[in-house]
C-alpha cells in the first residue's frame, strides 16, 4: 500500500521568510507524487507534481518541490512567502490507475 | 478553457433525504475522479470513471451511494439516504488520459443534518 503523510497540522511564517511544507511518502516502485493547493472557499489547484527526471520540480506561484529519494520526501518549498500563499495544502501519490492518496494537508499561515 | 464544474456549491438536507451532486469534467477528459473530504481529515478516493465505465470503485463507502456517468460527459453522485456522516466537501477531478494530472472543480460542500 502507498500513503504519504504531512507532519505539520500547521505551519507559520512571516511574510517574506522561506516557506517550506513537508511531505514523506511511501510507495512500492516508483512514486507519483503531487502538491495541491485549497484556498479559502476554493477548489483543490494542482501546483506541481514529480515523475521522473530532475529532483527539483518548478511549479505555480513560485512554488518547488524537491524529491529525495533516500529519504522518501517531497517538501513543498517556495524562498519568499506572500500572505496571499495562506491555505491549506495537500501532498498526494498516484497509483497505477490515476488514484490519487492525500496526506492531511498543512495549513499555512503567512503573516504580514 | 472551462473547469471542472459541480453543482451545487452548497447542499444542506436532513437525515435520510436524498441528494443528487453533479460534476461536469473539462471537455475532452475520460478519466472522471469522484473524492471526499469528511471532517476534515483526510480526502479520500471514492471512484473512477473511464468514460461511462466504472474503472475503480473501491473507495465508494456502502451501497447508499451512487454514482453515474452516462454517455460518459458529466457524472451525479447520489447519496440516498443520506446519513450524519456523510457531511463533508465532495470533489470531483477529471484528467484526459490515465495517469494525467487531475483538475479538480470547486466541491460541493454537504451538510446532512
Known amino acids: 500500500a502507498q500513503s504519504v503523510a504531512q507532519p505539520e497540522d500547521q505551519v507559520n511564517v512571516a511574510e517574506g521568510n522561506p516557506l517550506t511544507v513537508k511531505c514523506t511518502y511511501s510507495v512500492s516502485g516508483n512514486p507519483y507524487l503531487f502538491w495541491y493547493v485549497q484556498y479559502p472557499n476554493r477548489g483543490l489547484q494542482f501546483l506541481l507534481k514529480?515523475?521522473?527526471?530532475?529532483?527539483l520540480v518548478k511549479g505555480s506561484y513560485g512554488f518547488e518541490a524537491e524529491f529525495n529519494k533516500s529519504q522518501t520526501s517531497f517538501h513543498l518549498k517556495k524562498p519568499s512567502a506572500l500572505v496571499s500563499d495562506s491555505a491549506l495544502y495537500f501532498c498526494a501519490v498516484r497509483d497505477s490507475w490515476g488514484k490519487l492518496q492525500f496526506g492531511a494537508g498543512t495549513q499555512v499561515v503567512v503573516t504580514p | 478553457e472551462a473547469g471542472v464544474t459541480q453543482f451545487p456549491s452548497h447542499s444542506v438536507i436532513e437525515k435520510g433525504q436524498t441528494v443528487t451532486l453533479r460534476c461536469d469534467p473539462i471537455s475532452g477528459h475520460d478519466n472522471l475522479y469522484w473524492y471526499r473530504r469528511v471532517m476534515g481529515k483526510e480526502i479520500k478516493f471514492l471512484l473512477h470513471f473511464v468514460k461511462e465505465s466504472k474503472q475503480d470503485e473501491s473507495g465508494m463507502p456502502n451501497n447508499r451511494f451512487l454514482a453515474e456517468r452516462t454517455g460518459g460527459t458529466y457524472s451525479t453522485l447520489k447519496v440516498q439516504p443520506a446519513e450524519l456522516e456523510d457531511s463533508g466537501v465532495y470533489f470531483c477531478a477529471s484528467s484526459p488520459n490515465l495517469g494525467d494530472t487531475q483538475y479538480f472543480g470547486p466541491g460541493t460542500r454537504l451538510t446532512v443534518l
Open positions: 514529480y515523475i521522473t527526471g530532475d529532483n
